[in-house]
Nanobody, 123 residues
Framework: VQLQASGGGLVQAGGSLRLSCAAT????????MGWFRQAPGKEREFVAAIRWSSGSTYYADSVQGRFTISRDNTKNTVYLQMNSLKPEDTAVYYCAAGQTIVAYRTWTRYDYWGQGTLVTVSS
């Protein structure tokens, strides 16, 4: 599985962006898709995740109510709609595919990664 993330850019605080993550194939072994982010000098952190089959979603407390993760099974694509962006949301955002939903907040449990897309929120 190859993942291609896109949609990052520069936006003012309070603005919105939508990230996309296109998978080259939908493998039955990939049960969950996640978004993570990493700011300079900080560890990679969980943002949101979605199960391919049920569409169940999971969010970090810091983005709950502002970000929405969704998927289009026909396009093998996952989206992250980000609203009410804050400067602290500035980071490189990565999408990832995992085989198990166990410990979905842990980035080491994911098997495939996109290349990352930079989101910069100015104050």
């Amino acid at each position: 599985v190859q993942l291609q993330a896109s949609g990052g850019g520069l936006v003012q605080a309070g603005g919105s962006l939508r990230l996309s993550c296109a998978a080259t194939e939908r493998t039955f072994s990939s049960s969950i898709m996640g978004w993570f982010r990493q700011a300079p000098g900080k560890e990679r952190e969980f943002v949101a995740a979605i199960r391919w089959s049920s569409g169940s979603t999971y969010y970090a407390d810091s983005v709950q109510g502002r970000f929405t993760i969704s998927r289009d099974n026909t396009k093998n694509t996952v989206y992250l709609q980000m609203n009410s962006l804050k400067p602290e949301d500035t980071a490189v955002y990565y999408c990832a595919a995992g085989q198990t939903i166990v410990a979905y907040r842990t980035w080491t449990r994911y098997d495939y990664w996109g290349q990352g897309t930079l989101v910069t929120v100015s104050s």
